[in-house]
């Protein structure tokens, strides 16, 4: 079940637009002039799979309809008495039309409950403004990278506000065909202020992300590493039985086939240990074996058959890293992406060495607005995507040069590729589009 087409009447009480996913390609670019609602259409998509409703509160629209890949039509409306509001959902079908279709309550904020939320929020926003004064030098901001955190801070409680006004959901007969229906199409809005987020869901404190994604890559080598341990023991622990199994069963390759078998073990070992996973390479460039030494074609063949078996948990996660270095790297001029299992992500110089003759380290601190931009994104794309999830990307253009920009879409193609995603853009940039312009839909304003 895929969602393949969005439409909204009345958006902003003036503007009908449809947004026909290009489901072939599995990327498809939205444009349009400002102030057309490109970003909040996304912004709606996600409130209403994440159940962040919230956010149609204030937003003014006489019914979104969402067309999946099974038939079915979700049609969702509103109902708004002074500060209240309600949330409804109906559904059509292609392959059954109904004449009038039924709606269900899927939430209703209530106003008391508003009223105190309002309250808190100002206070958060008023704390925040307060110590941000105080930490920078009278009011001022130090350096470009500390207005730029700032306004990102902005950014978050600007949302914070808007998508937490309302939050009380009353106890509502929701349909189970909803509920089905959300649990298997995971969407995931990649928004502009990348750099920064909450701590955790509701926290008013925050992270850098790039920290936080040097973090969760280096976790996730850790599990693969504990996974292929798991499997090491399990082999381990039963290869006398199987050995002797083998040995009575008497040889069934080639010296050719177990060679090219042992260069084929080499270079995945290589590959993986390349991309920063803890894989032991002391057994590379193994030696190739001849006739003489036919009572080892057994031994070998059933320890080449375990060794892969041990460098499978790590299979999935090498593809990821190899291609998250590769995008990232052909942008970075005088510096390096590296990955490491004790440090995740790391970076270094090409150019400055230290006392030593090594290329100095970079904290991830002294890159640039733009690059921090780039690595999160792709990082959010390529590790935190599943096959089947619609990712929606707000402005990737954002603080990105105009040859990065060139090679975003031919990027996404890639991540699209290995992970099985859908990817919908929302953007003012030409340049993002590139030669792709057979993947736009543009929302037009009324004539």
């Given at each position: 079940m895929k969602l393949e087409k969005v439409t909204v009447?009345?958006?902003?009480?003036?503007?009908?637009?449809?947004?026909?996913?290009?489901?072939?390609?599995?990327?498809?670019?939205?444009?349009?002039?400002?102030?057309?609602?490109?970003?909040?259409?996304?912004?709606?998509?996600?409130?209403?799979?994440?159940?962040?409703?919230?956010?149609?509160?204030?937003?003014?629209?006489?019914?979104?309809?969402?067309y999946f890949s099974n038939g079915e039509i979700w049609q969702l409306t509103k109902t708004s008495n002074k500060d209240d509001f309600t949330l409804s959902i109906g559904r059509d079908s292609t392959n059954r039309p109904v004449k009038k279709i039924?709606?269900?309550?899927?939430?209703?904020?209530?106003?008391?409950?508003?009223?105190k939320m309002r309250?808190?929020?100002?206070?958060?926003?008023?704390?925040?403004?307060?110590?941000?004064?105080?930490?920078?030098?009278?009011?001022?901001?130090?350096?470009?990278?500390?207005?730029?955190?700032?306004?990102?801070?902005?950014?978050?409680?600007?949302s914070k506000y808007r998508h937490h006004r309302y939050a009380e959901e009353s106890e509502l007969?929701?349909?189970?065909?909803y509920l089905d229906g959300i649990n298997k199409v995971n969407v995931r809005l990649i928004e502009t202020q990348r750099i920064i987020t909450a701590k955790e869901s509701g926290s008013d404190s925050y992270v850098n992300n790039l920290n936080k994604c040097s973090q969760e890559l280096k976790e996730m080598i850790d599990l693969a590493s504990?996974?292929?341990?798991?499997?090491?023991?399990?082999?381990?622990?039963?290869?006398?039985?199987?050995?002797v199994k083998k040995l009575r069963q008497g040889s069934q390759n080639t010296f050719d086939e177990l060679n090219k078998a042992l260069a084929k073990l080499d270079d995945r070992r290589k590959q993986f240990s390349s991309s920063g996973l803890a894989v032991k390479v002391s057994d590379s460039d193994l030696l190739q074996i001849n006739e003489t030494q036919e009572n080892?074609?057994?031994?070998?063949?059933?320890?080449?058959?375990?060794?892969?078996?041990?460098?499978?948990?790590?299979?999935?996660?090498?593809?990821?890293?190899?291609?998250?270095?590769?995008?990232?790297?052909?942008r970075f001029k005088h510096k390096t992406l590296e990955v490491e299992q004790d440090k995740g992500l790391s970076f270094r110089s090409t150019i400055v060495k230290n006392s030593e003759g090594l290329f100095d380290i970079i904290p991830p601190s002294k890159l640039s607005s733009g690059e921090q931009h780039e690595l999160i994104l792709f990082y959010k794309l390529i590790f935190n995507s599943q096959s089947?999830?619609?990712?929606?990307?707000?402005?990737?253009?954002?603080?990105?040069?105009?040859?990065?920009?060139?090679?975003?879409?031919?990027?996404?193609?890639?991540?699209?590729?290995i992970n099985d995603i859908?990817?919908?853009?929302?953007?003012?940039?030409?340049?993002?589009?590139?030669?792709?312009?057979?993947?736009?839909?543009?929302?037009?304003?009324?004539?």
């Amino acid at each position: 079940m895929k969602l393949e087409k969005v439409t909204v009447s009345s958006l902003f009480g003036v503007f009908d637009h449809e947004i026909p996913f290009k489901v072939e390609s599995g990327i498809t670019i939205v444009i349009g002039e400002n102030g057309l609602g490109k970003t909040v259409i996304l912004e709606a998509i996600n409130a209403l799979f994440d159940k962040k409703y919230s956010f149609f509160g204030s937003l003014e629209f006489e019914a979104f309809n969402f067309y999946f890949s099974n038939g079915e039509i979700w049609q969702l409306t509103k109902t708004s008495n002074k500060d209240d509001f309600t949330l409804s959902i109906g559904r059509d079908s292609t392959n059954r039309p109904v004449k009038k279709i039924k709606t269900h309550k899927i939430f209703q904020a209530n106003d008391s409950f508003n009223h105190k939320m309002r309250i808190r929020d100002r206070e958060i926003l008023r704390r925040h403004e307060m110590e941000r004064f105080f930490r920078s030098e009278n009011g001022y901001y130090r350096d470009e990278h500390e207005f730029e955190v700032e306004l990102h801070h902005r950014r978050l409680m600007e949302s914070k506000y808007r998508h937490h006004r309302y939050a009380e959901e009353s106890e509502l007969n929701v349909p189970q065909w909803y509920l089905d229906g959300i649990n298997k199409v995971n969407v995931r809005l990649i928004e502009t202020q990348r750099i920064i987020t909450a701590k955790e869901s509701g926290s008013d404190s925050y992270v850098n992300n790039l920290n936080k994604c040097s973090q969760e890559l280096k976790e996730m080598i850790d599990l693969a590493s504990r996974k292929s341990s798991k499997v090491a023991t399990e082999l381990d622990s039963t290869y006398p039985n199987r050995l002797v199994k083998k040995l009575r069963q008497g040889s069934q390759n080639t010296f050719d086939e177990l060679n090219k078998a042992l260069a084929k073990l080499d270079d995945r070992r290589k590959q993986f240990s390349s991309s920063g996973l803890a894989v032991k390479v002391s057994d590379s460039d193994l030696l190739q074996i001849n006739e003489t030494q036919e009572n080892l074609v057994n031994v070998l063949k059933l320890y080449i058959d375990d060794s892969h078996k041990k460098l499978d948990p790590y299979e999935e996660l090498s593809q990821k890293i190899k291609l998250f270095k590769g995008i990232v790297n052909k942008r970075f001029k005088h510096k390096t992406l590296e990955v490491e299992q004790d440090k995740g992500l790391s970076f270094r110089s090409t150019i400055v060495k230290n006392s030593e003759g090594l290329f100095d380290i970079i904290p991830p601190s002294k890159l640039s607005s733009g690059e921090q931009h780039e690595l999160i994104l792709f990082y959010k794309l390529i590790f935190n995507s599943q096959s089947n999830d619609l990712i929606l990307i707000d402005e990737p253009e954002l603080s990105l040069h105009i040859s990065w920009q060139n090679k975003f879409i031919k990027d996404l193609k890639e991540v699209s590729s290995i992970n099985d995603i859908s990817i919908v853009i929302a953007t003012h940039s030409p340049d993002i589009i590139d030669e792709n312009w057979d993947l736009k839909v543009e929302l037009l304003g009324v004539e």
